[in-house]
C-alpha cells in the first residue's frame, strides 16, 4: 500500500530564515507529488506538483520543493519565511493508486 | 470564475439519521474527488468520479455511504443511520489534470 509520511507535526521558524518542511513517500510506480496548503476555516490550496523531470520544483508564494528519488523524498522549502506562511502543510502522492495524503505539517512562523 | 462549493458547512445530526453531503465542482472539470478529514488528520480518499461513474470507489468505509454524480456536474454523498464516528469535515475536490481543487469542507457533527 502506498503512503506518505511528514514525519514532523509542527514546525517553528523565525520570520526571514528558511524553513524546511518534511515529506518521504511510498507509492507504486513513478510517484505524482504534491503540496497542499491549508489556511483555518478554509480548503486545501494546491502550491506545487512533481510530475516528471527536473528535481526542483517552483510553486506558489515562493515555496519550491526537492524530489529525491534515492531518498523517497519530497520536501518543501522557502527561502526566506514569512508571518502569513503560518498554516497546516500536506504533502500528497500518487502512483497507480488513488491519492495518499500525509497527516499534515504545521508551520508557525515566528515574528 | 468560481471554485468548488459544498453544501452544508455544517451539518448537526443525531446518531442514526440519514444526511446529504452537496458538491459543486468547477465547471467543466470531470474528475471529482470526495474526502474524509478528521481532526489532525490528513484527507483520507472516498471516493472518485470521472464523468458520471465511480471510477474508484475503494476508500468508502462501508455500504452506509454511498455517492453519486447523475449528470457529470454536481455530486451527493450520502450517509446512511449515521454513527458518531462519522463525525469529520467532508471534502470535495474536482480536477482537470493533476491538480484538485478543493472546496472548504463540510463539517458533519453526529451527536
Known amino acids: 500500500a502506498q503512503s506518505v509520511a511528514q514525519p514532523e507535526d509542527q514546525v517553528n521558524v523565525a520570520e526571514g530564515n528558511p524553513l524546511t518542511v518534511k515529506c518521504t513517500y511510498s507509492?507504486?510506480?513513478?510517484?505524482?507529488l504534491f503540496w497542499y496548503v491549508q489556511y483555518p476555516n478554509r480548503g486545501l490550496q494546491f502550491l506545487l506538483k512533481y510530475i516528471t523531470g527536473d528535481n526542483l520544483v517552483k510553486g506558489s508564494y515562493g515555496f519550491e520543493a526537492e524530489f529525491n528519488k534515492s531518498q523517497t523524498s519530497f520536501h518543501l522549502k522557502k527561502p526566506s519565511a514569512l508571518v502569513s506562511d503560518s498554516a497546516l502543510y500536506f504533502c500528497?502522492?500518487?502512483?497507480?493508486?488513488?491519492?495518499?495524503f500525509g497527516t499534515g505539517t504545521k508551520l508557525q512562523v515566528i515574528p | 470564475g468560481a471554485g468548488v462549493s459544498q453544501t452544508p458547512s455544517n451539518k448537526v445530526t443525531e446518531k442514526g439519521k440519514y444526511v446529504e453531503l452537496r458538491c459543486d465542482p468547477i465547471s467543466g472539470h470531470t474528475a471529482l474527488y470526495w474526502y474524509r478529514q478528521s481532526l489532525g488528520q490528513g484527507p483520507e480518499f472516498l471516493i472518485y468520479f470521472q464523468g458520471t461513474g465511480a471510477a474508484d470507489d475503494s476508500g468508502l468505509p462501508n455500504d452506509r455511504f454511498f455517492a453519486v454524480r447523475p449528470e457529470g456536474s454536481v455530486s451527493t454523498l450520502k450517509i446512511q443511520r449515521t454513527e458518531r464516528g462519522d463525525s469529520a469535515v467532508y471534502l470535495c475536490?474536482?480536477?482537470?489534470?493533476?491538480?484538485?481543487?478543493f472546496g472548504p469542507g463540510t463539517r458533519l457533527t453526529v451527536l
Open positions: 507509492v507504486s510506480g513513478n510517484p505524482y
Open positions: 475536490a474536482s480536477s482537470q489534470g493533476d491538480e484538485q481543487f
Open positions: 500528497a502522492g500518487r502512483g497507480y493508486q488513488k491519492v495518499t
